[in-house]
């Protein structure tokens, strides 16, 4: 070790505030009950394989008790609840979350791969803030310009991946139940249990029985949710070939559907940018939750004249990027979610070198049980790479440049997608030209990655139907709003 490298000690955080059962059951009615499909797998944590705990894979007779129980909860007790009734509920969620946010921190954390860093300052505090926002927003719909009685669809099928498990059942749960719907969720397989945990807090808060229903399972239990006959709105975020399946199976069923998909985010740094600060937000944008993230800047475009600098700045700052433990403070990027992301992440940046890319990752040891990969940037990109167009969802970076603004805006909005963009300027002129150019849902101006409850999000294209959060996100769970 040389004497000018400052090294951190381990901070580990204990996980002794996390009490797992080895196996759990299905949250139905308000209560636990075990599958009827009898069948379990594990959750593992995939910084070290461990298995945390068994769960249920739920089948369609366990999907159907689920709708009637929530059906049956929306038709004798949610529907009838005065919506400042309800929003004590959804305020005594949130309380509960950051009462025990370290708790659920340390669990995401295990069950996900990513550093408690993030799920401390960022997945649970935002999570109970939505729960907040939309308490508020309970008995004030009215005056949501949604008419004099806006009314809820009914029960509601609500499907999330494992990049954010609890934030983004918080985006779904909460905005539901403000709304007045109630819910059958299904969380992702590689992450259930801050869902199973939230269940226990649903029981802590007194929510009536049925109201939030949870099922885990894998894509076939999510399949038999969709295809139930008595759901009344699909609420979805994931891959877009899965978004395009669910389209497809509510096609000619008359039920609305909001879809989260993939992207494919462009952060595009001109020439007159405050270079430092850029990478920082480059590294943010990038290699935050390990790149699964679907509106991370994962296309970085940069002008000519600022490609050599900026890139030693770039390198130099991922060589100082902390990978490996997810419980340690100090670590800026965990392990991969799971052996078969793992794989597509290879996979793809095994392509990004065949088709001439050149490849740098960040000189790091990891670990030898668990899944990682080490922070990495491809330069030389074209537009035909498939580095280019497709989705990662890894701490991998495609860099492309361009020579003016306007082919800026053509590389960037030249994908299927369109979730988010980063603009990077010291101009507001430029800034203000470039976010009408964009086709992108969210786009961000000298900073990236930023979230709240008030603000909506979601895409153009293949990045999804819909708003979350805001007032817009209201309208996906009223009758006939827009
Ligand atoms: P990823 O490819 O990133 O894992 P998916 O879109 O496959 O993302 O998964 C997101 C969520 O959708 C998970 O909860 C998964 O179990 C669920 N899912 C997968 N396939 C289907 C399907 N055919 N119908 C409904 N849900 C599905």
Redesign the pocket.
């Given at each position: 070790m040389s004497a000018d490298i400052f090294e951190y000690a381990p901070a580990p955080e204990s996980r002794a505030i996390v009490k797992l059962n080895s196996e759990y059951g299905l949250f139905i009615n308000g209560k636990w009950v075990p599958p009827q499909s009898k069948k379990k797998f594990f959750s593992i944590n995939p910084a070290t394989e461990e298995v945390l705990a068994r769960v249920s894979q739920g089948n369609q007779a366990d999907v159907d008790k689920a709708v009637k129980a929530a059906r049956a909860a929306y038709n004798k007790v949610w529907s009838k609840t005065k919506p400042k009734e309800r929003a004590k509920y959804l305020f005594r969620i949130a309380r509960l979350l950051q009462e025990r946010a370290r708790e659920f921190a340390v669990l995401e954390s295990l069950d996900n791969g990513k550093p408690i860093r993030e799920t401390r300052d960022v997945d649970v505090p935002l999570s109970a803030a939505h729960f907040f926002y939309h308490a508020g927003w309970a008995d004030k719909l009215e005056y949501a310009g949604y008419g004099d009685n806006p009314k809820p669809y009914g029960v509601v099928a609500q499907?999330?991946?494992?990049?954010f498990p609890l934030l983004m059942l918080a985006w779904k749960v909460a905005p539901a139940l403000a709304t007045g719907n109630t819910v059958v969720l299904?969380?992702?397989?590689t992450t259930p249990l801050t869902a199973l945990l939230f269940a226990e807090i649903c029981q802590q808060a007194e929510l009536p029985a049925g109201v939030v229903n949870v099922v885990t399972?894998?894509?076939?239990?999510?399949?038999a949710?969709?295809n139930h006959g008595d759901i009344d709105k699909v609420a979805?975020?994931?891959?877009t070939?899965?978004?395009k399946?669910?389209a497809s199976?509510i096609a000619d069923r008359g039920i609305p559907a909001t879809l989260e998909l993939g992207g494919k985010g462009a952060n595009i740094v001109f020439d007159d940018a405050p270079i430092d600060e850029a990478v920082e937000g480059i590294i943010n944008g990038i290699f935050f939750n390990q790149g699964h993230v679907c509106c991370a800047g994962s296309r970085l475009l940069l002008q000519e004249s600022i490609v050599d600098d900026f890139l030693t700045k770039l390198q130099s700052r991922m060589a100082k990027i902390r990978v490996g433990d997810p419980l340690d403070k100090n670590t800026d990027l965990g392990a991969i979610n799971s052996a078969?992301?793992l794989s597509k992440i290879k996979e793809l940046s095994e392509s990004g070198t065949k088709e001439g890319a050149n490849v740098w990752s960040a000189p790091c040891s990891l670990p030898n049980k668990g899944f990682w990969y080490p922070p990495t940037i491809f330069t030389g990109v074209t537009q035909a790479h498939r580095i280019a167009r497709e989705e990662i969802?890894g701490p991998v970076l495609s860099v492309l440049t361009f020579r003016t603004p306007q082919e800026a805006m053509e590389k960037a909005n030249n994908t299927p997608y369109g979730l988010s963009a980063g603009i990077w300027t010291e101009k507001g002129s430029k800034i203000l030209w470039a976010a009408q150019q964009l086709k992108a849902g969210v786009i961000w101006a000298n900073t990236f990655n930023k979230f709240d409850p008030a603000s909506p999000f979601g895409g153009y294209k293949e990045s999804g139907w819909g708003r979350e959060g805001g007032r817009h996100g209201l309208a996906a769970y009223i009758k006939g709003a827009k």
């Open positions: 499907i999330i991946p494992w990049n299904k969380p992702a397989e399972g894998d894509g076939a239990t999510g399949a949710l969709v979805f975020t994931g891959s070939e899965v978004g399946l669910i199976s078969a992301q969802f």
